[in-house]
């Protein structure tokens, strides 16, 4: 399910009869992305990668790469900070009855679609001023986004990317779509989010910008692991009651997606291909 929507994906762990192995599916369900990171790695493989075919085979070994780190940390998990006896899991056939129209509709509006587009619209709407504040007010007659970038182009240097790139990610909280037009946003200082209409324009601008094959490399890997969307976040600590499981959430893939970037720029360096 998280492959479709993290949110709808921890929700859907309340089948997990043990609460150990529950908050684990919990913790572990953003590791596998969603549909609002896909638009950016089908974007980045196209625009990087030589044929159809090559992008088709990267992106498919990117979603194994998210099965495998999802597999890999709730192993981890298990063995250290949620240890415990693990679990027989069991499903029992129900009676088969007519189903009631009615009743499923009604259940499946209230229980997930209205749940996850309440929790969606509480952050839309603070999001979208924080945006519109980063592009226009511009103290001192310097952009706030541009200055936030610039600050954070350290950061994303030793990540394999730049200060813009990272400044998309974390304004893209609220939504993972929002990744590509905050990038262009930021890099023609527009103070608008624009749409990437045409795949060549938008990679004679990333070149420009100096993306290489190893910042779209790291680029990948960060979409595919950081902090899940802020609706996720708001469900896990509904789900769980608590928000420091919230909290590790968001801690958890981004620590992994960040040392793979610092893993991948540093080796590319050492080798001479950075």
Do not use: K
Request: proline letters at 5%.
């Amino acid at each position: 399910m998280g492959l479709g929507c993290n949110a709808a994906g921890v929700v859907g762990c309340r089948v997990v009869d043990s609460p150990r192995e529950r908050l684990i599916a919990i913790l572990t369900n953003s590791l596998v992305p969603c549909n609002g990171r896909f638009p950016t790695l089908i974007t980045v493989l196209t625009l990087f990668c030589a044929g159809g075919a090559a992008a088709g085979l990267a992106l498919a070994g990117l979603v194994a790469l998210g099965v495998a780190g999802t597999l890999l940390l709730s192993r981890l998990l298990s063995a250290t900070l949620l240890r415990g006896t693990p679990s027989a899991f069991a499903m029992e056939l129900p009676p088969y009855r007519r189903p009631r129209l009615g009743q499923v509709v009604v259940r499946s509006v209230l229980d997930r679609t209205v749940f996850v587009l309440g929790r969606a619209a509480a952050v839309a709407a603070p999001a979208g001023l924080l945006i519109w504040l980063c592009a226009n007010w511009a103290p001192g007659g310097f952009p706030l986004l541009a200055r936030c970038a610039r600050g954070l182009d350290g950061l994303g240097g030793l990540l394999g990317m730049d200060g813009v790139i990272l400044m998309a990610f974390l304004l893209s909280a609220p939504a993972s779509e929002l990744f590509l037009p905050l990038l262009l946003m930021g890099y023609l200082s527009t103070g608008v989010l624009a749409e990437p209409e045409d795949l060549t324009a938008l990679g004679v601008l990333l070149s420009e910008q100096g993306w290489t094959e190893l910042t779209a490399v790291c680029v990948l890997l960060f979409t595919l692991f950081h902090w899940p969307c802020t609706t996720t976040c708001l469900t896990v600590w509904r789900e769980t009651g608590r928000a420091r499981w919230a909290a590790a959430a968001v801690l958890l893939p981004t620590l992994l997606g960040g040392t793979l970037c610092l893993l991948t720029a540093s080796g590319a360096r050492l080798l001479g291909l950075g």
